[in-house]
Nanobody, 121 residues
Framework: QVQLVESGGGLVPAGGSLRLSCAAS????????MGWFRQAPGKEREFVAA????????VYADSVKGRFTISRDNAKNTVYLQMNSLKPEDTAVYYC??????????????WGQGTQVTVSS
C-alpha cells in the first residue's frame, strides 16, 4: 500500500520560508517522478514543481521559478519543496504526487493528503 505523507506546512509572513516534506512508503519511484501541486480555495489544482527520481531532472511552474526548489533524498524516499520569498498568493493546500511526471495532475498515480501553507501579508 503506497502512502505519501506531507509535512512542514504552516503560517508564515510574506517574504518568509518553509520547507515541505513528502515521505513515500510502500514502493519506490525510481522509474518515475514526484511532484508538488497546490490548490487555493475556489481554484483548480495547479502544478508547482516536479522531479524525476532517477537523475534528478526538475521542472517548475513559472510562478515559483527562482523562489522554490524541489529535491529528493533517495535513502529516505522523500521529496522536499523549499519555498523562499513566499507571497500571499502562494497560500494554498500543497499536495505531494508520485508515480508520474509533468504538470498535469492526471499524470500522477498517487497523492498525499495535503498540507496547508498560509502566507500573511
Amino acid at each position: 500500500q503506497v502512502q505519501l505523507v506531507e509535512s512542514g506546512g504552516g503560517l508564515v509572513p510574506a517574504g518568509g520560508s518553509l520547507r515541505l516534506s513528502c515521505a513515500a512508503s510502500g514502493r519506490t519511484f525510481s522509474s518515475s517522478g514526484m511532484g508538488w501541486f497546490r490548490q487555493a480555495p475556489g481554484k483548480e489544482r495547479e502544478f508547482v514543481a516536479a522531479i524525476w527520481w532517477r537523475g534528478g531532472s526538475t521542472v517548475y511552474a513559472d510562478s515559483v521559478k527562482g523562489r522554490f526548489t524541489i529535491s529528493r533524498d533517495n535513502a529516505k524516499n522523500t521529496v522536499y519543496l523549499q519555498m523562499n520569498s513566499l507571497k500571499p498568493e502562494d497560500t494554498a493546500v500543497y499536495y505531494c504526487a508520485a508515480g508520474g511526471w509533468g504538470n498535469n495532475p492526471n499524470g500522477y498515480e498517487f497523492w498525499g493528503q495535503g498540507t496547508q501553507v498560509t502566507v500573511s501579508s
